[in-house]
Every structure is written in C-alpha cells, then in structure tokens.
Nanobody
Framework: QVQLVESGGGLVQAGGSLRLSCAAS????????VGWFRQAPGKERDFVAA????????YYADSVKGRFTISRDNAKNTVYLQTNSLKPEDTAVYYC??????????????????????WGQGTQVTVSS
C-alpha cells in the first residue's frame, strides 16, 4: 500500500514557477513509477509527466516539454514537478499517482491514468494572466 500527498500548489502569475511535491509512504517507493496528471474544471484528467524507476527515465506531455521537469529523491520518498514559464492554461488540480514499475513497460503505459494504482488528493495550481 502506498499513500501519496501532494503539496506546493498555489496562485502564480503567468511566467512564474512552482515546485510541486509528491510525498509517499512505504519502504519500497523506489520500486514505483510516479506520474503527474492534471484536471481542469469540466475536463478529463490529462497526463503531464512521469518518471520510471529504471534509470530515472522521464516522459512528458508535449504541452509541458521544456517547461516542466520531473525528478525523484528516493531517500526522501518524494517526487517533484518543477513547473516553469507557467501559462493560464496550466491552471488545474495536479495529482500524483504511483504504480509498481516493470521493466517491460513502455512510454505510453505511463501516460494512461488507468495504469496507476495509487493516487493523491491533488493540489490546486492557478495561473493568472
């Protein structure tokens, strides 16, 4: 069982930055892949970024490439999402999710919400224009 808690959201002006954190319980967190997703009001939950346990491979949605960076600190059981050059369209509730990672998984696996077994409660990010 893994419990996830997001933090770091808030209100920021366009062009600003936030660092979101996803803190996990459990001694085997390093065995998990972690993804970030976001959901705006009235819209579906969309993939943002993911990080694998294998060589720290990372995956990003096209809309955030070059602006967001996902990283993990297994010693702290925490995954981070550094968000830079924020735009009003980045406004959403951001969720982190975890799944026990398997070497055979390919990139598309990590971008599907249905691939993940554990979810946090979310943190609100609001970007003003």
């Amino acid at each position: 069982q893994v419990q996830l808690v997001e933090s770091g959201g808030g209100l920021v002006q366009a062009g600003g930055s936030l660092r979101l954190s996803c803190a996990a319980s459990g001694r085997t967190f390093s065995s998990y892949a972690v993804g970030w997703f976001r959901q705006a009001p009235g819209k579906e939950r969309d993939f943002v970024a993911a990080i694998s346990r294998y060589l720290g491979r990372t995956y990003y949605a096209d809309s955030v490439k070059g602006r967001f960076t996902i990283s993990r600190d297994n010693a702290k059981n925490t995954v981070y999402l550094q968000t830079n050059s924020l735009k009003p369209e980045d406004t959403a509730v951001y969720y982190c999710a975890a799944v026990l990672d398997v070497a055979s998984y390919i990139g598309s696996y990590y971008s599907r919400p249905s691939s993940y077994d554990y979810w946090g409660q979310g943190t609100q990010v609001t970007v003003s224009s």
